[in-house]
């Protein structure tokens, strides 16, 4: 081969080489390029973000009054028996011999009374309860039938269409929140009033708190009444060892409760 064709394939790879590589530069940076345009502030995809909705519990403002498994049971139609409930209170009374008492009368409507003599007390303390919308919720996973499911929103909710009443969500939630409705004969649990914050409002329990206690919003707004609660509070989820990865949160939770 002469020097002309030496030159010429040298000048050929030299080319292919410098256009393999813009080509490699541009597809490599035109997705960090989208990146970039993806976590902007400006990005209009940013603000259309779906909630991430969870609810906090301040326990020491609780007054056990009741008002908010009340409140649920009117407004999400939970039979009227006792026994059912999407949220109730429950009162934990340590003894000074340090004996535990846990106890929820109609699970707290009309207000919980402590039927302990004062002198044989330590503390006592009313704990809010409810389905904990976890991200491993182990409900998810035990329903054979797919009708328990995580909404785009965090929220666990249950289709009735598909539920076949067998029990296996109820007996799989390690915190007692769900039961079998004996009306619709499917199981029901709380939704965080999942029609009512569809519409921008807030949950019946949150809504007609007197104190404060309950404080619902968006984990993903960095403004939200929540948001704030888990910045100036120190709390705690329900059974943290079990990795559902709850998404109510706990403030002045105590070692008690369970």
Known sequence: MG?????????????????????????????????????????????????????????????????????????????????????????????????????????????????????????????????????????????????????PEGVVLVDDSYCIGCSYCIQACPYGARFMNPVTKVADKCTFCYHRISEGLQPACVEVCPTDARIFGDLHDKKSDLVKFLQENPTEILKPHLNTKSRVFYNGLSSEVR
């Open 3 to 151: 020097t002309n064709g030496i030159n010429n394939r040298r000048k050929f790879f030299k080319a292919s080489a410098a256009l393999i590589g813009g080509t490699i530069a541009v597809s490599i940076m035109k997705p960090l390029g989208l990146m970039a345009q993806t976590d902007s502030d400006d990005n209009p995809k940013d603000k259309d973000k779906l909630p991430l909705w969870g609810m906090g519990v301040d326990i020491e403002k609780c007054v056990g009054c009741g008002k908010c498994a009340e409140a649920c049971k009117i407004e999400n139609n939970v039979p009227k028996e006792p026994f059912y409930f999407r949220t109730w209170i429950e009162q934990y009374t340590v003894k000074n011999d340090g004996e535990v008492k846990i106890e929820s009368p109609n699970g707290g409507i009309g207000g919980l009374k402590q039927s302990v003599p004062d002198e044989d007390i330590f503390k006592s303390f009313m704990v809010p309860k409810l389905c904990n919308h976890c991200t491993n919720a182990p409900c998810v996973q035990a329903c054979p039938v797919g009708a328990t499911y995580i909404s």
